[in-house]
């Protein structure tokens, strides 16, 4: 008789989203980038030879994102006219926050009726990244997990977060999981901007004025909250003087 068996069947590993859909989030007021934000909104602010929120837009074309969900509030007629003059592959489509800033949380409980996809990818438009090996967009995809996710976030470790003046966000353990840095600790990850999240993380949540840190906070608790770390290059550019050291150290290659 025949010693051989068959091996064991694989369990199967759950299908990457599609993320066809990205929300921008780019209604701020650009305070800390003033006097650069004193006739522009910060999104529109050029670095390295075009707009931050363009540098954003071609990420998400890139990998394969087919429209962006942008919200506007601060010189929103600007945003826009920006925004209508892009032709170049990705759909366009604007949340109006004109009437009420609604801060990252409450902009995304807005946008949500505009947005067909679950789970779903947001990017901060007032932050520049570069990939590394791979795409980080196509990583995070690749990474998520429907079953035990409700929020992944990309992370660039402490020492690498160029531009940035504070001391980290995030600890991950091995699995993955996030906790929040301790008060007047340090922690190794900086929350690069890009995440993926699942509209199960804004339940019960109304769109008013809120941050998506209390979101965060409550899936953490809940142990659904997870962490990827990017491979590339990322710029925290939210300063006059962040933008210039932005372009000498991309500049430098």
Request: aromatic share 6%; charged share 25%.
């Amino acid at each position: 008789m025949s010693r051989y068996k068959k091996p064991l069947a694989l369990r199967p590993q759950p299908k990457a989203p599609p993320l066809d859909t990205a929300m921008v989030l780019a209604a701020g007021l650009g305070k800390r980038m003033r006097p650069l934000t004193a006739t522009r909104p910060k999104p529109l602010v050029p670095v390295a030879g075009k707009p931050l929120l363009d540098h954003a837009l071609d990420r998400l074309k890139a990998a394969g994102v087919k429209r962006a969900v942008v919200n506007v509030h601060y010189l929103a007629d600007a945003l826009e006219a920006h925004l209508k003059r892009r032709v170049q592959g990705i759909e366009i489509i604007v949340s109006d926050e004109r009437e009420q800033l609604l801060e990252t949380g409450g902009g995304l409980v807005k946008a949500l009726p505009l947005i067909d996809e679950d789970p779903f990818l947001v990017v901060n438009s007032d932050n520049l990244w570069v990939d590394g090996p791979a795409d980080s967009i196509r990583a995070l995809a690749a990474r998520w997990n429907d079953a035990e996710m409700d929020a992944l976030l990309l992370l660039v470790p402490l020492a690498r977060a160029n531009c940035h003046t504070g001391r980290g966000d995030f600890h991950m353990d091995g699995s993955g999981r996030l906790s929040r840095r301790k008060p007047g600790r340090v922690a190794p990850f900086v929350f690069t901007g890009v995440q993926i999240v699942s509209k199960r993380l804004f339940e019960g949540a109304k769109a008013e004025p809120f941050s998506l840190n209390i979101l965060w906070d409550r899936a953490i608790a809940q142990g659904r909250a997870f962490g990827l770390v990017h491979n590339g290059l990322w710029f925290d550019v939210g300063t006059p003087p962040a933008v210039k050291r932005t372009e000498a150290i991309l500049a430098s290659g």
